[in-house]
């Protein structure tokens, strides 16, 4: 009985290790998204996940208008903007 329970030891351990190392910091990271999405404003400046750097000038429940340049608007998804960036950053 002792050592099956000996030879199951390993396993658990690597389990233990593998939601430390890696699936306890990638929830953290989604949640940390979804925190910001949720946060996104009208007159917010963002990064899409294409690269595009341009302020919010409408929001939707699942889609948004980012302004790229002057008289210049493209519909995106929520989930396609990766980061704020801080205000005065797009001239």
């Given amino acids: 009985m002792q050592s099956s329970l000996m030879g199951m030891l390993p396993l658990v351990l690597m389990f233990v290790v593998l939601y430390f190392v890696m699936i306890r910091p990638q929830m953290k990271k989604q949640k ?45 998804q929520r989930s396609a903007v990766v980061q704020v960036l801080p205000k005065g950053t797009v001239k």
Avoid: C, H, R
Avoid at 66 to 73: D, K, N, Q, S
């Fill in 32 to 76: 940390e998204a979804k925190a910001m999405m949720d946060a996104l404003a009208k007159g917010d400046e963002v990064v899409t996940a294409g690269g595009l750097i341009g302020k919010i000038s409408k929001l939707g429940d699942s889609f948004l208008s980012v302004e790229i340049a002057a008289g210049v608007e493209v519909q995106l």
